[in-house]
């Protein structure tokens, strides 16, 4: 299903940005002066899963910024598991969407989803817009949340490395897998093996429990675009259209995708944003 890959960043200028006293790896795209968008990666992601989009992006008219959350890839992790929750992920990326400048766009891939909502929640006057992409209204059930129970003991007793060979098996065995091109594949450990062991358990622990607060983000009054795969795996899709209603929101699913649209389909995907944003 992937047309593209988190390797095709484009022209994307790589840095570092600074908030809340610690130290962001970003890839940044588009005129300085634009209007601003902010995008926040999923559990086990990158700003590279953003890569197909940032360039057309830029020359759409925004300046678009996507970063490694704390302990994520290239982003230097915190001291507890409990630091990479969305309560406390929150303050860091909102002072960092202060940095930006006024009326950011935020939007929030998987786990980002619920990090950019407790974010919102906490500073709803700093966002224009959030977006939820292939994100839920609470805690992850069905076949991801059995294989992250089973897979956890792994952590603790092999590391990173163990964790990752015993995911690589896991989805191996799903009858739809598809090997990525080697260049994807060495990728992918490479940024799995780079992340903290403390941001891994602690989003995981978040992403069992978080409760629902639909309602706390329609009672801040900016305004949602609900997006996600046609073939979505993670939070069913009638759960995303329900929570879409809950809130008012606007509704879209992106066809020729499943759980990352920005790689799957980015042309789909870019199209649904640009269009939003724009509104």
Known sequence: MSATSQLAVGAARRTTLKADGHRIAALQSGPPDALPVLLIPGYTGSKEDFGPLLDPLGRAGFAVTAIDLPGQFESPGLPTPAAHSPDALAPIVGALAAALGEHVRLLGHSYGGLVARATVIATPSRFESLVLLSSGPAELGGVRRVTMD????????????????????????????????????????????????????????????????????????????????????????????????????????????????AVENPAATLDVLVDFWRR
């Open 150 to 261: 089973d897979l956890e003991p792994v952590l603790a007793a092999a590391g990173l490395p163990g964790l990752f060979a015993a995911m690589q098996e896991a989805a191996q065995a799903d009858p739809g897998y598809t090997e990525p091109p080697p260049e994807v594949a060495e990728f992918l450990e490479r940024r799995f093996l780079g992340g903290s062991p403390e941001m891994l358990q602690g989003m995981g622990d978040a992403l069992r429990c978080e409760p629902d607060r639909v309602d706390e983000l329609a009672a801040t009054g900016v305004e949602v675009l609900v997006a996600h795969g046609v073939d979505d795996d993670a939070w069913p899709p009638a759960d995303q259209e329900a929570m879409a209603r809950r809130l008012g929101a606007r509704y879209e699913v992106i066809t020729g995708a499943a759980h990352s649209p």
